[in-house]
């Protein structure tokens, strides 16, 4: 950035006068008029970048069913996501380049662990209001995270705080997490959509639901679409500034890319990378893109057969050329996967580890030690999962090739995560990456977990889990990570072909939306988001 540059910069966040970057312009050879012109020129740029009040914009989600909620112990699917995520916040929040490694405050302002991180004080921000005009206290926060914590919750979340012994309120603004064993990333794994806050008397956690989120429930048809509109009492000054916000579910990739093109829509979750160029070639729209930790997976039922035997686990885990379902698939957008979660990228990944190739001489083999040389395979897959049915049945193609016999059966996205996934005994999934390795190691591979979608157990993993949250020494912590990768390679029910970008369009109207590696369409810092109809 040169001198005239900076210069500019300082006055458009009013550290300079008109007069003093009159005279800097002028100082670097500039005419009174020439200076004159540059000056207006900024002004403008200044105060068309300049967030508005007022619009209402619509997101396409990828997926919705009439069963959908808002309940943060019950989200499943994306638009349940996304509905929960315009309602809710969290006490922190993930946004890369800002705080302590991405991690700032939100609902909390400031959080503190003991020697050991066996004990967390959170302090909350005073002032907030819910939706119905209550303030928000310590024991709403204790209330809405006992109900992931509760031995009998429902909610997936509850892996991640199993070490928590107690939330307790310390007046009415200090929030206390007791914990068994020590957990050095609590602070970054309450940033998880799940641990959203309600208040402590809500009865009805669905059409009824109450947050501190920018804005609140006006329309809400799971299945059909929902509306919400500003919460004028909102705790962010600088935030909620759209007057409403549509959320719609729109399962079939092409339908969903042609609604950005045409305008019916503002923002999409997920551009199949097929269609990347239609957004790109559009004078409407433009991409959002963001390298993730985000992941396709095809796992096994490990409880249920024929996939409890590992030969055959192994046969179908070197059936397919990775690099070439990228390309087939993704259209090479991503990068290859290991069977683990934890990506290249990631502090944690295991380095040591073979990338697996397509073996048809090591699937024969396996077939044969299974006794399954003429076995037939269904893969499960709906449009609802990174890639759509297509990734599916790309899968299942490149593993005919390599001798195993697998046929894709596409199912309808409607009801996909509640009646296929982690029913049927092999499907397809598709998960968002986590800040840090313990939350997706956590909630998708630890014994037991409501979302280990491959049932599969192991207790050295288990105990390496724990072990490895309390870690400090990041060399040790390291080799417990890449000893929990090798089981999975190893012994684990589901495969892991590739990590994929989050790729998402917005329309050239929607200012303020940045791509975040944590999560698709900037990951719930909407209100951030203002509309310029100038640009559209």
């Known amino acids: 950035m040169d001198k005239k540059e900076v210069l500019k910069s300082e006055f458009i966040k009013g550290k300079v006068s008109r007069r003093d970057f009159n005279a800097g312009l002028m100082g670097m050879g500039l005419t009174a008029a020439a200076a004159g012109t540059f000056i207006e020129a900024t002004i403008k740029e200044a105060q068309a970048a300049t967030p508005q009040r007022g619009g209402h914009i619509v997101m396409a989600s990828s997926d919705d069913s009439a069963g959908g909620t808002v309940d943060p112990t019950l989200i499943v699917n994306w638009s349940d996501l996304d509905r929960n995520g315009a309602l809710s916040n969290r006490l922190t929040e993930t946004k890369p380049g800002q705080g302590d490694n991405g991690l700032v405050g939100a609902l909390a302002t400031g959080w503190e662990g003991n020697a050991d991180s066996t004990v967390w004080h959170f302090e909350l921000r005073e002032g907030v209001e819910f939706h119905n005009g209550k303030t928000m206290t310590a024991e709403d926060v204790v209330h809405s995270f006992n109900r992931h914590h509760a031995e009998d919750s429902p909610s997936p979340a509850r892996s991640y705080i199993t070490s928590v012994t107690q939330f307790r309120a310390d007046g009415p603004n200090v929030l206390v997490a007791e914990l068994d064993s020590p957990n050095a990333d609590l602070p970054i794994v309450l940033s998880e959509y799940h641990f959203s806050v309600q208040p402590a008397d809500l009865e009805d956690y669905n059409h009824g639901y109450v947050g501190t989120g920018p804005w609140k429930i006006e329309e809400y048809e799971p299945g059909i679409g929902s509306i919400f509109t500003r919460h004028e009492n909102y705790w962010k000054e600088d935030g909620a500034y759209t007057d409403s916000i549509e959320i719609i579910g729109i399962p079939d990739n092409t339908s969903r890319v ?87 990228f990631d502090p944690m990944h295991c380095d040591d580890i073979p990338q697996r190739m397509a073996d048809p001489d090591k699937v024969a083999y396996h077939l044969k030690q299974a006794g399954m040389e003429n076995i037939e395979l269904e893969l499960n897959v709906a449009d609802s999962t990174f890639g759509g049915s297509a990734a599916g049945e790309a899968f299942a193609a490149l593993a005919r090739e ?49 979302w280990n979608e491959s049932f599969w157990n192991n207790e050295r993993f288990d105990e390496l889990l724990v072990a490895a949250r309390g870690e400090k020494d990041p060399d040790l912590r390291k080799e417990m990570y890449c000893e929990m990768q090798w089981m999975l390679y190893n012994e684990s029910a589901q495969i892991l072909p590739v990590f994929v970008p989050w790729l998402d369009g917005k329309s050239n109207r929607i200012q303020g939306l940045e791509a975040n590696p944590y999560g698709a369409m900037g990951y719930f810092f909407w209100d951030e988001i203002w509309i310029d109809d100038s640009q559209a």
């Open 258 to 344: 042609n609604a950005l093109v045409a305008g019916e829509v503002d923002i999409i979750r997920t551009v199949d990378s097929a269609f990347i160029q239609n957004v790109e070639e559009s004078d409407r729209a433009s991409m959002m893109v963001a390298p993730s930790g985000s992941h396709l997976t095809f796992p096994m039922r490990g409880d249920t057969d024929p996939y409890t035997n590992m030969d055959l686990r192994l046969a179908v885990k070197n059936a397919v050329d990775r690099e070439k379902f990228l390309e087939i698939a993704f259209n090479g957008q991503g990068a290859v996967g290991n069977d683990h979660p934890i990506p290249p």
């Open 402 to 450: 390599s001798g195993l016999n697998v046929k894709a059966k596409v199912n309808p996205s409607d009801g996909y995560w509640g009646a296929v996934w982690m029913t049927a005994p092999w499907s397809g999934s598709s998960w968002a990456g986590r800040p840090v390795a313990d939350m997706i190691l956590s909630i998708a591979y630890k014994g037991g977990g409501d």
